[in-house]
């Protein structure tokens, strides 16, 4: 079974923050309920001992009764009523069904026990155990406890609405008689079971956790909104926006560290753009008019051959310049962020070559689920370069839309011979070309991808078992 991974900060410290309270609320607890079952075990076997004590006294008190008065007795304490004990005499051990031992049963038994045998001697005959008020049996008719007048055990062996174990003890006092007494223990030893964690505990744990949840999301939502905008603002600057603007106005000091960083990068990312361009406007006037030279030049050699050759040089040279050139211009695209439909740019970029003027080489199916944030002229033209790619190399272009939440996915699949798979990321190269394809300049797909990847998608090759490329780019959603 997987476990619950939240991925966002706030899920992530919300959870670490509840099982950090559980586990130490929990651990406190088990010590509290722990230290707290210690004393009231220590309270009851202390109750018990005073309880035996007063067996003890009573037994000793029977002892010394004349046998014939010690029925008389027994009646006026039953006609008084309102004593601690039950106490009756029978000519043999009652015998009953006993409760299920426990700790604390055990204990009191124990404790009981060892009272009487050393106020009475260790050689008397006793017997104590734990009843249930259903199982009691208190004549040597079997009489139950319900079945007597209320007067004489009921307010000595009841305690409504509890329903307590009684504890009865046995002892002999003579070949035919044997002293019985009931009794319960005093509050709070009523029970004698061993309750888990009180109500008020298990609330107090859910109000602290709820709190400090509470309090934990306002202080990493309150954090986190500066990352967000850092976030932004990194994102804006892979699709180009480059401004002065700080990204994000708040936070910490090491966002706000981070943010000055970024802005610097920022400046110097402006810097190259700028020089980048006035470098290769120098570079394209500068070479421009020594290739041009060079051809006048050549127009006036007299050798044929000779001509034919520096022609053939020339046009390479040419070809080089204005490749590198078109790299550079299509790639860096001024652009700001816009709302891009889609749907419109493919319309119009499959029109040409859908039925019947174009011979149905293009198809499209699905569509655009909503605008696109991106630059408009470079999504235009990284879509164009590869319907351009899949009809030249593959004749027909099938395209495909996936689009949901997280991106938009676009699937041209070709009908051409593929690309060997060794080669799928060399063709993303400058002016790579697969042996008997010499046609373009071999740019269409890296500009493709750099488009792409100034929009934080990507651009991928793969084979199709049945024959043809499938090209897919990525386009990663973001707030329009």
């Keep these: 079974m997987r476990l619950f991974k939240p991925r966002s900060l706030l899920g992530r410290m919300l959870l670490l923050t509840l099982l950090a309270v559980l ?3 929990g651990l406190s607890s088990i010590i509290w309920l722990s230290q707290l079952r210690a004393t009231q075990l220590e309270g009851l076997v202390t109750s018990a001992r005073s309880l035996a004590h007063s067996m003890a006294a009573s037994v000793s008190y029977f002892r010394s009764l004349p046998l014939a008065y010690r029925p008389l ?23 009953m069904q006993l409760l299920e031992p426990t700790a604390r049963k055990t204990a009191v038994i124990d404790a009981v026990s060892a009272v009487l045998r050393t106020q009475l001697g260790s050689d008397v005959d006793i017997s104590v155990t734990f009843v249930s008020p259903d199982d009691l049996r208190i004549f040597n008719s079997g009489l139950k406890l319900d079945e007597l007048p209320r007067s004489w055990a009921h307010y000595a062996l009841t305690l409504e609405p509890v329903n307590p174990p009684v504890l009865v003890t046995q002892i002999r006092l003579g070949p035919t008689e044997w002293l019985y007494i009931a009794s319960l223990l005093p509050e709070p030893y009523t029970t004698l079971e061993e309750e888990g964690l009180p109500a008020q505990q298990i609330w107090f744990i859910a109000l602290t956790s709820g709190f400090l949840l509470l309090f934990i999301g306002v202080l990493v939502h309150w954090q986190s909104r500066p990352l967000k905008r850092l976030a932004r603002a990194a994102r804006e600057l892979s699709l180009g926006e480059v401004n002065n603007e700080p990204p994000m106005d708040g936070g910490g000091s090491e966002v706000v ?3 000055r960083a970024l802005n ?3 400046e110097r990312i402006s810097r190259y753009l700028t020089e980048r361009s006035q470098l290769f406007s120098a570079i394209s006037h500068d070479l421009r008019t020594p290739i041009t030279r060079l051809r006048l030049r050549v127009e006036l050699l007299d050798d044929p051959a000779l001509e034919a050759k520096f022609g053939r040089d020339l046009d390479e040279l040419e070809l080089l310049v204005k490749g590198a050139l078109q790299c550079v211009k299509d790639t860096d695209i001024h652009e700001n962020i816009e709302r891009v439909d889609l749907d419109q740019v493919l319309d119009c970029l499959v029109e040409p070559y859908l039925a019947p003027q174009g011979n149905g080489r293009v198809t499209l199916q699905g569509k655009a689920r909503r605008p696109y944030a991106g630059k408009p002229l470079a999504i235009k033209r990284c879509i164009g370069n590869l319907i351009d790619n899949a009809l030249k190399y593959g004749d027909r272009a099938h395209l495909s839309i996936h689009d949901d939440a997280q991106a938009f996915v676009l699937y041209v699949d070709d009908e051409g011979p593929g690309v060997p798979e060794q080669r799928l990321q060399k063709v993303f190269e400058p002016h790579f070309r697969l042996a008997g394809t010499q046609q373009g300049y071999g740019l269409g797909l890296g500009i493709a991808r750099n488009i792409a990847h100034s929009h934080g998608g990507e651009v991928t090759l ?7 490329l499938r090209v ?3 386009l990663p959603r973001k707030t329009v």
């Design 73 to 95: 007795v027994l009646d006026q304490l039953r006609s008084m009523g309102g004593t601690r004990f039950f106490v009756s005499l029978n000519d043999k051990p009652l015998g």
């Design 257 to 259: 560290e981070v943010a």
């Design 23 to 25: 586990l130490a609320q």
């Design 462 to 468: 793969q084979n199709l078992p049945a024959g043809g």
């Design 472 to 474: 897919t780019l990525v």
């Design 264 to 266: 610097a990068m920022r």
